[in-house]
């Protein structure tokens, strides 16, 4: 029998979702399914758009898991838009002139942004904001842009403000309403969006409309609005809502509504029982939603539709969605659920504002006071999950509802409504469905932790807003499951990095022998030595080669250089920033011939001399030290180096000294440990020389200041660092790495990058800002004191090593003779040499050394 | 039985090991706790084939004690020499004793 032909026209986030969808449900040889994709790309992550600007790869925004079309028998059309559909033959045909025959249709063709026929709006530096290459346009326009202006306050425009911000220009937004976000928030609610969003440094411009946009005399551009004020940036971006993509299905004959949007009824069905339409171009009960989660519902009713026809199985009805929203706009936590202006016949509504803090929260509830119907949470969206889950599951309301967004100032709390609280049918994660029984199975079936109830259920992968509940329900789970999570370091110790540090500050241990001897038990093994070794370092920054905390260091730190596969090291001096004077470059080169190294410029913008022998360290050290240079740490796990472009001084681009920068910073934190290798970044400008993004700590200047980026990473897994804060002064920004370094020492697992540590903690960046940058822990001040402790007691340890004579001894090969190791031979390779292989050796070692 | 004396216990630091040349062949003595029980193996790191074992971290589990290779980690046992991640390969052990403090090794 032939297979049922499947085409969907669109490959967007709704569309993408129905083809899983159908597969989730049928396998992947059910069915014959052509997708007609008009962008060059697969269906990306239009909600977290604007981080494009942070990150810059489409493949991080990308929906699709690589090879999923390909397995799923899928033929994607990318790049080719269908231009006609014939109902009645049941055939789409393409721009290209491919015609395609279908049993079911579905349209995922989604909306157009609306820009509003404005005089003067069509030209050049005015954009609008939808695509990714509606990004690139605007990001390269903004290179050579001083301002720009986003016409239109509501959610996605205030998204295309934030990312305006993050480009650098000075940010204007005009929203017609005279507030900011009317579709969610209420007048109060607004105002003090406005409020916040303006001492961020946007211009907010409400209640105003454009009559006409001109050539500017001082920029670019020239808006004239109806109260006669002009103001002139240099591009413009418009976001002023969107319409339906609904052309392609009125041409071919399907029903429309009278102001646009394909009909659908509960089934998403059109006026063609074959043919369906889901997301922002379906027009469901005179309603278009402009959000996903409603869309992602859409395409699993019309997946369930299509796979049980011809069954007797039951299919789901489309019921309308939710439209609350939690969103970070420009910073702002912003919330907003159900009845958020009280339409509802009798409403009654609580409010509690905050100036001096910049809160408002209100609640809007029944006319008998016994169900919450909306909310509108502007500074703080703490209750958020809290108040939607009332509102989403009916759930009665306390006698005193208004302490449900009252601060919690004395004893009694608000009545948080605990997720045990909450009926197993409740909907944790409203973009994917899931339920809290759904995340209870998945735990059940084995996922212990947040990032398999994330890979198996999918909650929490949508928007984001809901990761913090599902982890709740995941304790609660593992906790009714009696789980105990373990998270030992091994054998020796029943405590974790973080809990050992904990005990090694607050008893003041020093050596490894009285912590097992305290907590421990055994004799240590070669996890929970290096360990243990650090965290000492961390505390104490004693020299790592004290005879007592000699057997804890691994390979490299116990002769302080990195052993190479023969047993040879590699010596590399530390160069901060990248700087080194002529005269340093010559006695590097004096060290390397006289002891015949291999000489290698590094990925760390240093020069590392290879296969020295470990009896001649302690001389070739002591030849770098007499030149001036210091040890660079190559061998440690702790800061190796700051990566600088040349910057202000030379760059004719430099906007900051990142040269000047990268060796302060290099040499404020040199020396100390921390849980694993750490490497900086310095950046004169946004074109990013030094890669700042992929560093641990990244550093872009602004001409305000700098912007400060962590977490991120190269390597194995690269990952672009979190923008932490932006436009600091200098001393902010010290201050602020100072916290983050010690709040990473202290509570990072043992050998985890920042990269790894970030994406374990709850919250992520947000909660570290909250950390140390507004101090919500109470730790910033012990913290600022042990940071400084640290740098106080920095030594260069090849330089100690060289004044203890016992320590020299170490460094012979034998320790009963001075001969070399004779199994450390070269070949010569382009002029230099590299150690022979063990067959080379052999066919070499007649002669005995 | 020739006894070859080394150095004395105290040239090694408890928790470390280090390499003597016995009869040209290169020996790992390693001195696991504060107290005068030693072991002596191959030097030779039997996967890289270089002389490195007396620089591995020494390891404890469930009382016995053995060296981690510090170029890839395999682990050994001291008394034996057998390498615990692979069944296959062992290390040469050597006899070992202390006399007097000095630390001797059999050969």
Redesign the interface.
Known sequence: MQKQRIVVIGNGMVGHRFLEEIIAHAGNDHYDITVFCEEPRVAYDRVHLSSYFSHHTAEELSLVKPGFYEASNIKLLLGEAASIVNPAEKIVSSKNGRMVPYDKLVFATGSFPFVPPIKGYEGTDIFVYRTIEDLEAIEKCARNSKSGIVIGGGLLGLEAAGALKALGVDTHVLERAPMLMAEQLDQDGGAMLSRKIENLGVHVHAGKNTLEITEGDNARKKLVFDDGEVLEVDFIVFSTGIRPRDRLARLSGIDIGERGGILVDDLCQTSHPDIYAVGECALWQKQVFGLVAPGYKMARVVADHIFTEGQSAETSLFAGSDMSAKLKLLGVDVGSIGDAHGRTEGAQSYVYQNQPEEVYKKLVVSADGKTLLGAVLVGDTSDYDNLLQLKLNDIALPENPEALILPNTGNDGAPAIGVDALPATATICSCFDISKEDIAKAVQDGNTDLASIKATTKAGTGCGGCVQLVGQVLNAELLALGVEVKNHLC??FEYSRQELFHIIRVENIRSFDELIAKHGK??????C??TVGSILSSCWNDYVLE?SH??????ND??LGN?Q???TYSVIPRMPGGEVTPEGLAAVAHVAKEYNLYTKVTGAQRIGLFGARKEHLPEIWEHLIAAGFETGQAYAKALRMAKTCVGSTWCRFGVGDSVGLGVELENRYKGFRTPHKMKFGVSGCTRECAEAQGKDIGIIATDKGWNLYVAGNGGMRPRHGDLLASDLDKETLIRTIDRFLMFYIRTADKLQRTSVWMESLEGGVDYVREVIMDDSMNLCETMDRDMASLIESYQCEWKTTLSRSAQL??FR?????D?S?D??QFVNVRDQHRPAT?AE?IAITPV?A | MNWNTICHIDDIIPGTGVCAKVNDAHVAIFRPLNNEQLFALSNIDPFAEASVMSRGLLGEKDGEFYVASPLLKQRFNLATGQCLDDDSVTLPCYQIRTLNGQVQIAG
């Open positions: 054998d020796h055994g004799h240590g093994c070669e996890v030595k290096p005879d000699t057997g804890l260091q691994d390979t116990i002769f052993m596969k023969d047993g001894k170490r090969h034998f320790i009963n003779s001969d190791d199994n450390v063990v050796r005995e």
